[in-house]
């Protein structure tokens, strides 16, 4: 049996990555009661809401199944939200681990909870770097 076929056992301990931007996650997904925590604040209790409801779509799709194991999330660099897709790929990431039919549904939803995002800001040119990278100075006609 190889490593791909074997299904995870209930008494696993899986460590999943997510990135977005320069946010990178690492979730550690153990068998437990169902207790979701980023950066040690439990996710029911986390500031932003928006946060909130992003990291929760891979528990929703997912069903009751996240309910039996205990995900503690630890989150560095980037942004709110590039911290929140890092969360949520990482938590989609390490549930795949114990059911793989959960890809399907989750490719459906949004395919960026497993799939890596390598787009990035273009970098400003020298000119005129504090406009942006293509900005040019403005011309009159008349």
């Known amino acids: 049996m190889t490593k791909k076929d074997a299904k995870k056992e209930r008494g696993d301990m899986v460590v999943a990555t997510g990135k977005r931007k320069r946010a990178i996650a690492r979730a550690r997904i153990t068998p437990g009661s169902g207790s979701v925590k980023i950066n040690s604040i439990p996710l029911d209790i ?6 909130r409801l992003r990291v929760r779509e891979p528990l929703i799709l997912s069903g009751d199944k996240w309910k039996s194991f205990d995900i503690e999330v630890n989150v560095q660099g980037g942004g709110p939200m590039g911290q929140a897709d890092a969360a949520r790929q990482s938590i989609a990431k390490g549930l795949l681990e114990f059911d793989p ?8 939803y949004d395919r960026n909870l497993i799939a890596y995002d390598p787009r990035r ?5 020298p000119p005129r770097s504090s406009q942006g990278p293509r900005r040019h100075k403005q011309r009159s006609k008349r």
């Open 121 to 125: 800001t273009e970098p400003h040119k």
């Open 101 to 108: 039919e959960l890809r399907e549904k989750f490719i459906a």
């Open 46 to 51: 986390f500031p932003n809401e928006i946060f």
